[in-house]
Every structure is written in structure tokens, then in C-alpha cells.
């Protein structure tokens, strides 16, 4: 048995995150927090979410080839929504990414900035879906 010799500190931490330039309209936390925290995870995060919903498709057997463009875009919606285990999967690698603050800040709006980062991951997957074979 292969015992872990790797400390806290050789491990990779989170990806870094590039800056986006957005309007400083925010009004709520959950705004604020989508601006400065969201966004950037997301866009860092963009081939490795593009990959997973890419190994997803024949899991579930989608013929996502076959399917017209208007199709594809609300397949992506409809199984980001229903698909709990891919939701919960793709909501992780951006949980994963946050600092312990930034859980905090999670934790404590958690419904509205979960279901903000679904709506974020369908857009960033819909604007690509060109980039998804299936």
C-alpha cells in the first residue's frame, strides 16, 4: 500500500483566475459574488467543463450529433436542470475552486448562488455548443 508523502503544500491549488471586466452594478451579494467570483472560476474552468460534458454525452446515451442546433441548446439546459448527478458534478469543480472566504459567502447564500452557477454553466456550455461532439 502506497502511503501519501505529498504535503498540503506540493499540491496544486486552485487554477488562477483571469480578470473580467465587468459593470460595478451589483446590488445584492449574490451579484457581487457571481462578478467577482463566479465568472472568473467559470471562465478558468472552461475546457475542463467542456470535457466533462463532453465524456457525460455517451453516458447517457445522447445521440447529440444527430440532434439539430435548437435541440442540442436545450438539451444542455434540460440535462444541466434534471441531470442531478451532472449538475451536482459540474457545481462541485466550482465549489472546489473556492478560498475558505469565498465559502463562506457561498455557504450563506447557497440556493440563489447554486442556482446561478447553473445558469452560468448552461450559458458557457450553450455559447460552445459547437465545440461538443457527440
Given at each position: 500500500m502506497a502511503i501519501n508523502t505529498e504535503s498540503s503544500t506540493d499540491r496544486p491549488g486552485p487554477l488562477?483566475?483571469?480578470e473580467i471586466s465587468t459593470e460595478p452594478t451589483a446590488v445584492t451579494?449574490?451579484?457581487?459574488?457571481?462578478?467577482?467570483?463566479?465568472?472568473?472560476?467559470?471562465k478558468a474552468l472552461n475546457e475542463l467543463v467542456l470535457a466533462y460534458y463532453q465524456h457525460h454525452l455517451p453516458?447517457?446515451?445522447?445521440?447529440?450529433?444527430r440532434l439539430t442546433r435548437e435541440d442540442k441548446l436545450a438539451h444542455i439546459e434540460r440535462s444541466v436542470r434534471e441531470d442531478t448527478r451532472l449538475r451536482l458534478i459540474l457545481i462541485g469543480m466550482v465549489v472546489g475552486q473556492f478560498s475558505t472566504e469565498e465559502f463562506a459567502t457561498f455557504v450563506?447564500?447557497?440556493?440563489?448562488?447554486?442556482?446561478r452557477i447553473?445558469?452560468?454553466l448552461i450559458q458557457r456550455l450553450q455559447s460552445q455548443v459547437d465545440a461538443l461532439v457527440g
Open positions: 488562477p483566475r483571469p451579494v449574490a451579484e457581487q459574488f457571481q462578478n467577482q467570483t463566479l465568472r472568473p472560476i467559470l453516458k447517457r446515451k445522447v445521440p447529440f450529433a450563506s447564500e447557497e440556493a440563489e448562488l447554486t442556482r447553473a445558469n452560468l
